[in-house]
């Protein structure tokens, strides 16, 4: 099984930036696609961006041209460097991959999630 750590959320001021980081470990035959999701209060958890073990990438609308994800596949991480925050990014962002383990079932593993706030 697949765990997944979150790192740098905090609170910044409008137009700041911020990166996030989540680390993996465990054991999986692959890891393919992982992602950043994000839920803000009285929200469905949302798709921020994903990107695949070839490094494609997606993203949402609302992040397009501020946010940019990124993948180490040797130390097997995944990152989010996050500029030009608006407060409506403010969420609880979540880690997320999704791979086949080595019983060669798939799996969907989340982090515990890492709080962003932005306010002047």
């Known amino acids: 099984q697949v765990q997944l750590v979150e790192s740098g959320g905090g609170l910044v001021q409008p137009g700041g930036s911020l990166r996030l980081s989540c680390a993996t470990s465990?054991?999986?035959?692959?890891?393919?696609?992982m992602a950043w999701y994000r839920q803000a209060p009285g929200k469905q958890r949302e798709l921020v961006a994903d990107?695949?073990?070839?490094?494609?990438?997606n993203y949402a609308d609302s992040v397009k041209g501020r946010f940019t994800i990124s993948r180490n596949n040797v130390k097997i991480t995944v990152t989010l460097q996050m500029n030009s925050l608006k407060p409506e990014d403010t969420a609880v962002y979540y880690c997320?991959?999704?791979?086949?383990?080595?019983?060669?079932?798939?799996?969907?593993?989340w982090g515990q999630g890492t709080q962003v706030t932005v306010t002047s």
């Open positions: 997320n991959a999704v791979g086949i383990t080595v019983q060669r079932t798939t799996f969907t593993s």
């Open positions: 990107i695949s073990s070839g490094g494609s990438t």
């Open positions: 465990g054991i999986a035959y692959t890891i393919d696609t």
